[in-house]
């Protein structure tokens, strides 16, 4: 028998993962749901991806699981996918060299192009292949944020920015280090959730040691993503001086519920996280059927904040167009 090390552990973790979802299916005892079958029969360009450290966190014999429901392929993916025009999110236009420059004074990097998980609502599910490989593009993107002098602000994302090792992730704060005129970074993830043994030691030692205010947006969507050892990563976080923000979408059948969403703003603030955005989804062919509608939203929100204090209510977030 193979032992690993904690620095190991995450990736051994990623690695088993379940990759067919008639696997899934057995394993949460839901391998006679007509229902669930049909909807996995269909074929989709976007693959099914699940590690089982999250699975664990799937209730058993339930189709309605809420975990379960972010991941499961649906038969209306390709429905849609083949009814509606095609329309990629307006964000993928914006994308240069890996870079995107909506704001003056952040840029966004897509740092790379996989994730552990794949979600069945992703709106960046269509181009994350075609991100292109951050070291092509890396001495355009020091260039342009040198001399785009109004840049306080770096944010990561992908894909998922954290699925790159510690040693790449080290060597890549010290490039922007040397940019004096950076002084906040932002890491949008969801592998701490999905993996938590991702924030290793030497990941915090990296952050700690940063001259720059680290701050990391997880993405949670339900209450039941959080386990004890996610818990316990949010806490190392913490001790890293990291202050750590939530972001959600909000999802029909999933969390489109006032005592839902209160709920997990309580799990959110006891693993040491703030309850920052709620999404509206964005819009692609082939996730139309998560959707909330922008009336539903609000009224969602209204009935939110009669069951949460003030700093525990996420504010509500929508394409202005
Ligand atoms: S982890 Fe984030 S980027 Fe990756 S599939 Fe899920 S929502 Fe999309």
Redesign the pocket.
């Known amino acids: 028998m193979k032992y690993f090390n904690s620095k190991e552990l995450w990736l051994k973790q990623l690695s088993n993962t379940i990759n067919n979802p008639y696997e899934l299916l057995s394993l949460l005892k839901l391998d006679n749901n007509i229902k669930l079958i049909n909807n996995i029969k269909t074929k989709v360009p976007f693959s099914f991806k699940v590690p089982k450290i999250f699975v664990k966190r799937m209730k058993l014999n339930d189709p309605n699981d809420p975990l379960l429901m972010q991941v499961l392929i649906n038969i209306k993916e390709s429905r849609n996918f083949n009814k509606l025009t095609k329309k990629i999110s307006s964000e993928s236009n914006l994308i240069k060299f890996n870079l995107i420059h909506k704001y003056n004074n952040r840029v966004l990097i897509l740092l790379n192009n996989s994730?552990a998980?794949?979600?069945r609502y992703?709106f960046?599910?269509d181009y994350l292949k075609d991100i292109s490989n951050i070291k092509n593009n890396m001495n355009y993107i020091i260039n342009y944020i040198l001399q785009n002098k109004e840049i306080n602000e770096v944010i990561l994302s992908?894909?998922?920015p954290l699925m790159i090792r510690d040693k790449n992730i080290k060597l890549f704060i010290s490039m922007l280090e040397k940019i004096n005129h950076i002084l906040i970074l932002r890491i949008h993830t969801?592998l701490p959730i999905i993996i938590p043994s991702r924030i290793t030691n030497d990941l915090c030692n990296i952050l700690i040691n940063s001259r720059f205010k680290i701050i990391l947006v997880t993405?949670i969507n339900h209450a039941n993503e959080i386990d004890s050892n996610v818990i316990n990563s949010m806490n190392k976080l913490n001790k890293a001086n990291v202050i750590l923000l939530n972001q959600s979408v909000l999802l029909r059948n999933i969390n489109n519920n006032a005592s839902v969403l209160a709920n997990l703003s309580i799990k959110l603030i006891q693993a040491g996280i703030i309850p920052y955005y709620i999404h509206l989804l964005d819009k692609i062919n082939s996730n139309i059927h998560f959707l909330v509608t922008k009336t539903q939203a609000n009224k969602i929100m209204r009935d939110l904040s009669s069951k949460v204090s003030g700093y525990l209510l996420p504010k509500l977030m929508y394409d202005k167009k």
């Open positions: 994730c998980i794949h979600c992703c960046r599910r992908g894909g998922d969801r993405h």
